[in-house]
């Protein structure tokens, strides 16, 4: 099972997303994570989004931006968007159903409400980031389950 994360600009989120799902799932399993847009392409994770992964015993540091690519659609089995606005960004570079199959909102995957979105703690401040960090664990749980039978 390969799994994408992708958020706005890889550096806040998908990282995290990326970090918290890897300590869930086999080792087998690949989980990457991407951004819709190559602004912090190259750089590692905003250092806040560091700090807090690192408070729950995950290291992201290493991680590094990059934006999606086209290979993206056929390599994941699965792309979690943080957001509606990502969401839309991604499926729209998907070229056909299969590939559109693949891309939700990443805590639809909780079930109850549709369209709910992870905020973007990058204007916050730590606080910010924990709470993103309790909402991505309960999505990557929810995910955990539906994916490892």
Request: proline content about 4%; aromatic content about 6%.
């Amino acid at each position: 099972m390969k799994i994408l994360m992708v958020c706005l600009g890889n550096i806040c989120r998908s990282p995290l997303a990326e970090g918290i799902m890897k300590t869930k799932v086999p080792e087998n399993f690949v989980v990457d994570s991407a951004g819709t847009i190559s602004l912090h392409e190259g750089e590692h994770p905003d250092k806040r989004a560091v700090k807090t992964a690192a408070n729950h015993n995950i290291d992201i540091s290493r991680q590094k931006s990059r934006p999606i690519k086209r290979i993206d659609f056929e390599n994941f089995d699965r792309i979690y968007c943080m957001d509606i606005s990502v969401f839309e960004d991604v499926i729209s570079k998907a070229k056909n159903e299969e590939e559109r199959q693949k891309i939700s909102l990443f805590l639809e995957e909780l079930g109850g409400d549709k369209n709910v979105e992870v905020p973007d703690p990058y204007w916050g401040g730590m606080k910010d980031f924990e709470e993103v960090f309790q909402l991505l664990d309960k999505g990557c749980d929810a995910i955990k389950k539906q994916i490892i039978t």
